[in-house]
């Protein structure tokens, strides 16, 4: 990253107290996590599935075809061994500061609390939370990955976990296609948008829903765009920065 927009982005944070950060995809790729709407994760999706990851990770897809949702979902939207990256760390360092009031992101994937974010708003919901559909009993990612839990009444092993208490079927806490998002959860982060005097947003194009709407949100006065690519809405900020988002923020935050 060049000098000057290194240091006017620290210049800016450290005039702010009240910065929100508002991530995509983009922020865990560097973690290995890649976007499953991302050409692999669709070609992937097309020839072993014969659907698109939207089709496949919908609500409707889930109910009609639970085997092959789990399969798909186990193997594309799970990753038990990733680790926080820099991005990760920056954020959570920030907070810790006193500098970062929120997070907001689209990502299930758990990391920023991994990292030792507090508050993280997650649109989408985690992985890491799983519950039984028929008495609500609530299970971590081992369990639906351990295949002993992966066996139906009639002695059938596959992909979806079942409760040890009760046999219903348990499901990940994330929001699929076709679902609504959390109403709390969407409060909340439209809350710490509304307040923040600084919202920096990264890893994301801001084309998939709700992510440009929140935008709107927001009514401080610098905003802050950290991506690989252009976006709509770069007009709109005070600085663009193209570039990987765990690269930019760990040389602002962590050295
Ligand atoms: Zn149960």
Known sequence: MENEIKNALINLIERCSNIVFFGG?????ESGIPDFRSETGLYNAQTKY?????????HSYFVKNPESFFAYYKENLLFPDAKP????LALAKLEERGKLKAIVTQNVDGLHQLAGSR???????????????????????AYILDEANCVDQAGKKGSVPYCVKCGGMVRPDVV???????????????TAIRKADMLIVGGTSLVV???????????GDHLVLINKSKTGYDYRAELVINEAIGEVLGEVALD
């Open 25 to 29: 995809a983009g922020v865990s790729t």
């Open 50 to 58: 014969g659907c698109a990851p939207e089709e496949l990770i919908s």
């Open 85 to 88: 990256n820099k991005a990760h």
């Open 119 to 141: 508050t993280v708003h997650e649109l989408h919901g985690s992985v890491l939370r799983n519950y039984c559909l028929k008495c609500s009993a609530t299970y971590d990612l």
């Open 176 to 190: 699929l296609y076709e679902e609504s998002l959390s109403m709390q959860v969407m409060i909340e982060a439209e």
């Open 209 to 219: 829903y709700p992510a440009a709407g929140f935008l709107n949100y927001f009514k």
